[in-house]
Every structure is written in structure tokens, then in C-alpha cells.
């Protein structure tokens, strides 16, 4: 099966750009996403980024995608105290509609 | 809409107790799945149903056994708790449209088993 890893703990201040970084095994995924988990609640979709594509961006979000080394990223710019969470990768293959996540970062913003 | 609801919200148990973690979903999604979420562990499925009627193992089933009720309704049963399964439990739903495989979640039930 599918392995995702991620940093555990990322702090960074308000107004600065944060990068979370993803590294996964299966090259075969066809979609990678970003969840974010606020505190007390369930994942909710972020972003998400086609294996053909390189870079996705949405408003203050910039997915960039490695397929030679496996490797996803995520920028948020101009972080906000609002972006406090925990942020999971996850990859999508399979035909029944497998979803692999990652062991989650925890992103703390410091005012 | 509701999405994706589940409860109860928390909940103790001593070793050995059993209880059903209910979970129902309200978008007439065909798929369902229960994860659990552990500390420096992610989320990891559990089991999971792909349709009314039909429920496969996840990664971590040992212990759990499931119920797909309805095309609405996935419980999750453990018969026989153990402190191991101390965890915060997730159902969730896969969008057939959309974004594809985006998951919905519900709020979670944070359980605790001594």
C-alpha cells in the first residue's frame, strides 16, 4: 500500500509564507489533496492537484507537485492565525476509491 | 444538508464494555468508511463500505466489526474494547461527483477506553 509522510510540527508568524511538506510511494496516485483539520472537528478538502499537473494555485494556496521524487507541497501565504490546524496529504488510487492520508503536520501561527 | 453526522460526540468506556459508534449520511453517497485517527499516526481506515449491502476491511480492522444498515447508516461496533483503541473515530463519504474521491467527514467521536 501506500505510504504518506509529512513533518509533524511546523510554527511560523502571521504574515509569513508557511511551506508543508509531503512525500509519498505511489507514483500511481491520481489525485493528491490537502485536508485541514481544525481543532475539535473532521478533515475538510483544501485543495486538491492532478498527478499531471506541476503547480496549483488557489488564492493564498500554492500546491506544487514533484512526481520524479514523490514529493507534494503546500504554501500558504501570508498565514493567518485562522490557519492554525492540522494539514494531512493524502493520495486517491484504486478503484474503490482508496484515500491514503498522511500522518498529519500541525501548523501553529504565532501572532 | 447535514453531511455527514455522527455520535455521540465522546465517550468512555472500561475494558471489556462494547458500544456502537453510529454514523449516517444525508448526500445518497454510495460509499462510506470509518478511520481512526491517532497522534503522529494520521488517519487510518478501518473498514469501509462500497455500496448498500457490501463491507471490505481497511488497514486496521482487528477488534471492530461494521453494519452498513442502509444506503444512509455505517456503524462501527467494538464487542470487546481495549485501552489500544483509545482514538478519535471518523466516518466519512466519498463524492461520486466533484472533486473526485473528495472525502466528507463527520464531527468525530472521541473515545476513551480505560
Known amino acids: 500500500g501506500e505510504d504518506v509522510e509529512q513533518s509533524l510540527f511546523l510554527s511560523v508568524r502571521e504574515g509569513d509564507s508557511s511551506v508543508i511538506n509531503c512525500t509519498y510511494t505511489?507514483?500511481?496516485?491520481?489525485?493528491l489533496y490537502w485536508y485541514k483539520q481544525e481543532p475539535g472537528a473532521g478533515l475538510q478538502l483544501l485543495t486538491y492537484i492532478f498527478s499531471n499537473m506541476d503547480m496549483k494555485q488557489d488564492q493564498r494556496l500554492t500546491v506544487l507537485l514533484n512526481k520524479k521524487d514523490k514529493h507534494l507541497s503546500l504554501r500558504i501565504a501570508d498565514t493567518q492565525t485562522g490557519d492554525s490546524a492540522i494539514y494531512f496529504c493524502a493520495g486517491a488510487s484504486g478503484g474503490y476509491q482508496k484515500v491514503t492520508f498522511g500522518t498529519g503536520t500541525k501548523l501553529q501561527v504565532i501572532p | 444538508n447535514a453531511g455527514v453526522t455522527q455520535t455521540p460526540k465522546f465517550q468512555v468506556l472500561k475494558t471489556g464494555q462494547s458500544m456502537t459508534l453510529q454514523c449516517a449520511q444525508d448526500m445518497n453517497h454510495n460509499s462510506m468508511y470509518w478511520y481512526r485517527q491517532d497522534p503522529g499516526m494520521g488517519l487510518r481506515l478501518i473498514y469501509y463500505s462500497a455500496s448498500e449491502g457490501t463491507t471490505d476491511k481497511g488497514e486496521v480492522p482487528n477488534g471492530y466489526n461494521v453494519s452498513r444498515l442502509n444506503k444512509r447508516e455505517f456503524s462501527l461496533r467494538l464487542e470487546s474494547a481495549a485501552p489500544s483503541q483509545t482514538s478519535v473515530y471518523f466516518c466519512a463519504s466519498p463524492s461520486p461527483i466533484g472533486v473526485y474521491n473528495e472525502q466528507f467527514f463527520g464531527p468525530g467521536t472521541r473515545l476513551t477506553v480505560l
Open positions: 505511489d507514483s500511481s496516485s491520481t489525485y
